[in-house]
């Protein structure tokens, strides 16, 4: 997604908690680990400074650091052409006395403030028309952002502003957002369901989550549901969603899932079995699949 000079603003907040920290020149450069949200490395005459989530700091050559810092990302691709988007942001937290720092990629900009102050820049930038998206969660690839982010918009189709794949809200969007605003009104973060969103984009492209209990003779389980948007399939996301699924659900202490599948589905089945699911029974129509968390 190729951000233009007309695109509303989004920023995407990063999940770990991040570190600045001011290196000993005369040591070696800390390696990129193979995984990482963000990190990033500056080295001028006087010092070497590093950016990187609090949990892959390095333990050696530290001179100064700071913790506690809250990345936001702006979602797509800028142009270099693109002039006056970060000193919006900035100029909105300047304005409410919030300190910041900026720092800028190929492809975009990460804007970093203080812990304490995060709710605070939040609010502000709302305020100022300034979109929000705050995952709970990720993978790779992709983000886990509370349904009630959009709720009311996914439920009646409200495309102004969004950050959407062109497919989406599928036809299972829609249904679930419907039930879900029939059902009350709802806190952000309080439902089981999240949205997925491309990490690299930051656009919406299908949902899934935790639907409610399953009661077999012998066990009782959580049963989950997933899906991706039609232009979001075979590309590995379906797995890739399924282990970040898991890994919530390990998080949150749950000891067993359940997913349904139809008979002709033979990818959802593949996407079950990759992630170490047993079939187990099936009908006619459906098959039903497990998996136990609790070793």
């Not at 049963?223 to 949150?252: N, V």
């Given at each position: 997604?190729?951000r233009?000079?007309?695109?509303?603003?989004?920023l995407i907040?990063?999940v770990?908690?991040?570190?600045?920290?001011?290196?000993?020149?005369?040591?070696?450069i800390?390696?990129?680990?193979a995984?990482?949200?963000?990190w990033?490395?500056?080295?001028?005459?006087d010092?070497?400074?590093?950016v990187?989530?609090?949990?892959?700091?390095p333990?050696?050559?530290?001179?100064?650091r700071?913790?506690?810092?809250?990345?936001?990302r702006?979602?797509?691709?800028?142009?270099f052409?693109?002039t006056?988007?970060?000193?919006?942001?900035?100029q909105?937290l300047?304005?409410?006395?919030?300190?910041?720092?900026v720092?800028?990629?190929?492809?975009?900009?990460?804007?970093l403030?203080?812990n304490?102050?995060?709710g605070?820049?939040?609010?502000?930038?709302?305020?100022?028309?300034?979109?929000?998206?705050?995952?709970?969660?990720?993978t790779?690839?992709?983000?886990f952002?509370?349904?009630?982010?959009?709720?009311?918009?996914?439920?009646?189709e409200?495309?102004?502003?969004?950050?959407?794949?062109?497919?989406?809200p599928s036809e299972?969007?829609?249904?679930i957002?419907r039930l879900?605003?029939?059902?009350?009104?709802?806190?952000?973060?309080t439902?089981?369901?999240?949205?997925?969103?491309?990490?690299s984009?930051g656009?919406?492209?299908?949902?899934?989550?935790?639907?409610?209990?399953?009661?077999?003779?012998?066990?009782?389980?959580?049963?989950?549901?997933y899906?991706?948007?039609?232009?979001?399939r075979?590309?590995?996301l379906?797995?890739?969603?399924?282990?970040g699924?898991?890994?919530i659900?390990?998080y949150?202490?749950i000891?067993?899932?359940?997913?349904?599948?139809?008979?002709?589905?033979a990818?959802?089945?593949?996407?079950?079995?990759?992630n170490?699911?047993?079939?187990l029974?099936s009908?006619?129509?459906?098959?039903?699949?497990?998996?136990s968390?609790?070793?």
């Amino acid at each position: 997604m190729r951000r233009r000079f007309n695109d509303p603003v989004h920023l995407i907040r990063q999940v770990p908690e991040y570190s600045v920290i001011k290196l000993d020149p005369a040591a070696p450069i800390p390696v990129i680990p193979a995984e990482s949200d963000f990190w990033t490395i500056a080295q001028t005459v006087d010092e070497l400074s590093l950016v990187c989530p609090t949990h892959q700091a390095p333990s050696v050559g530290i001179l100064e650091r700071e913790d506690h810092w809250i990345a936001f990302r702006v979602a797509g691709t800028m142009e270099f052409s693109l002039t006056g988007i970060v000193a919006r942001i900035s100029q909105v937290l300047a304005d409410a006395d919030i300190g910041i720092f900026v720092v800028s990629t190929f492809d975009t900009d990460y804007i970093l403030t203080a812990n304490q102050t995060v709710g605070q820049a939040i609010d502000a930038w709302q305020q100022s028309g300034i979109h929000i998206i705050q995952p709970i969660a990720h993978t790779a690839h992709l983000d886990f952002v509370p349904l009630e982010h959009e709720l009311e918009d996914i439920a009646h189709e409200n495309r102004d502003n969004k950050l959407w794949l062109d497919d989406f809200p599928s036809e299972a969007d829609l249904r679930i957002s419907r039930l879900m605003q029939l059902s009350g009104p709802h806190d952000l973060g309080t439902t089981n369901l999240f949205q997925l969103r491309l990490r690299s984009t930051g656009e919406a492209c299908g949902g899934c989550g935790f639907k409610g209990q399953f009661h077999d003779a012998n066990f009782t389980a959580i049963e989950i549901g997933y899906g991706l948007t039609d232009s979001s399939r075979g590309k590995g996301l379906g797995t890739e969603l399924l282990q970040g699924l898991i890994a919530i659900a390990k998080y949150r202490g749950i000891e067993m899932l359940v997913a349904e599948t139809d008979n002709d589905n033979a990818a959802s089945q593949r996407v079950l079995e990759k992630n170490r699911f047993t079939l187990l029974k099936s009908d006619e129509n459906s098959q039903w699949w497990k998996l136990s968390l609790s070793h």
